[in-house]
């Protein structure tokens, strides 16, 4: 049974870092497509980055535009884990965090997401 397990959330001032994780297990997961959406609250599900395998040991990372030079992910294959490195947050990146698996991880379409983590809170205080 595959399972994502996302951790690492947590209150944080802003201007500050945080690093979540998301470890799978069930399978290996080193050519998956995996990534990072977050929910605030009464808004839509919305892509924050994703980690593409590009062959050959490498992997192709893509973000959202209003994360793009703060946050970067990146994974440990051998440890099944997936990170994303936050830094120099704002308060409107408190939301919700879902580590995600497969499908279209990479369109950022939440819809066809094949595995979801359960989420871990971010909060930043201005």
């Known amino acids: 049974q595959v399972q994502l397990v996302d951790t690492g959330g947590g209150l944080v001032q802003a201007g500050g870092s945080l690093r979540l994780s998301c470890t799978a297990s069930?399978?290996?997961?080193?050519?998956?497509?995996m990534g990072w959406f977050r929910q605030a609250p009464g808004k839509e599900r919305e892509f924050v980055a994703a980690h593409r395998w590009s062959g050959g040991g490498t992997y192709l990372s893509y973000y959202a535009d209003s994360v793009k030079g703060r946050f970067t992910i990146s994974r440990d294959n051998a440890k099944n884990t997936v990170f994303l490195q936050m830094s120099s947050l704002k308060p409107e990146d408190t939301a919700v965090y879902y580590c995600?698996?497969?499908?279209?991880?990479?369109?950022?379409?939440?819809?066809?997401?094949?595995?979801w983590g359960k989420g871990t809170l971010v909060t930043v205080s201005s």
């Open positions: 069930g399978r290996t997961f080193i050519t998956t497509d």
């Open positions: 995600a698996a497969g499908g279209t991880v990479v369109t950022g379409i939440a819809s066809g997401i094949n595995y």
